[in-house]
């Protein structure tokens, strides 16, 4: 049940620590510091092959993609594209035998993403299947499968199954670089080490709920909330928008942060909420820049950066700190503020967290 937690999606925020370490079990060994996929038929050969990845996937599971193209891309140095099942499933998409296709999918069950799965299959395609559920229709169908150990998931605004599905796909683009003899050993061990410390991180970040509480409640009454990011920030930015809206039904809309001046500009007003989120290092600079365009309009600024970044304190009005990780893998670290913001926005208008409204969990039918 819920554990002694007033909503499963609380409960499942709070395991994420947990389910990450699970999912990381048996797939770093300690000793040589590499990175083993038993359930992966990957021989170096099918690998080099490769010269074009598709991650396929809805909603929650689309955005984990994102992150995962640009991992696998730096890892592998392999051109990925993200789609979203429905689109990707009606159009032609180029695929062939040298093509990877990796759905993700937490239930397993998406109407969509199956289809796609299936028509990958026929047009010679390999296919992994990152799911979170044993026996599902896309375990069973896909030809390799790498299960996430999040644990059953209830409450239908994902959270631990998108930590789990970004994790797996951090753990496949270093496989996938180890195969094609890509990484340098101290690069992978870097990388690694870092990964192995994500699960503590989270822990020591929940610790200051509090502080997150009452920001979330100062937006409750916000007509639009903005969010926005460079990179991996801007996945991670889609990912909070997508918790907020759907939970606490406040409209709400993520901007990769260059894109401002192209028109979204102008919706910003005295007062708007705007997330900014700042955690890679080489736009760092571009970001406080787009932090200080919207301010200059009126918006009030959560900074959401890693520890050490101590100069945002003079470009927002709140600050909320991640812990110090390597930059590829700051979205762990930075979505669970984002999903704790939902969560309690959602609670304090009164809505019911766990069962949004017109959603359903599972969505088996297109
Ligand atoms: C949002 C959410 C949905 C799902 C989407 C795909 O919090 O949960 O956007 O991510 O319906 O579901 P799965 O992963 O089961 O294919």
Redesign the pocket.
Known sequence: EKNGYDHFMLKEIFEQPTALQNTMTGRIDQDSQMVEFPELDWSEAKVNEWNKIYIV??????HAGLIGKHVLEELTRIPVAVEVASEFRYRRPIIDEQTLVIT???????AD?LAALRQSQKMGAEVVGITNVVGSSIAREADNVILTMAGPEIA???TK??TTQVLSLYLMGVYAAQKKGQITEEYRKELLESLLKTPGQIEESLEHIKGIRWYAESIKDAQSVFFLGRGLDHAVALEGS??LK?ISYIHSEAYAAGELKHGTLALIEEGTPVIALATQNEVYDKMIANIEEVRARGAKVMGVTTEGNMDIYHYVDETCYIPATNNLFAPLLSVVPLQLISYYTSLALGNDVDKPRNLA???TVE
């Open positions: 996937a809805c909603g929650t599971a689309y993700v999918s937490q239930s397993g069950e998406t993403t239908v605004a994902s199954a998108y997508l918790k759907e969990k599972s969505v």
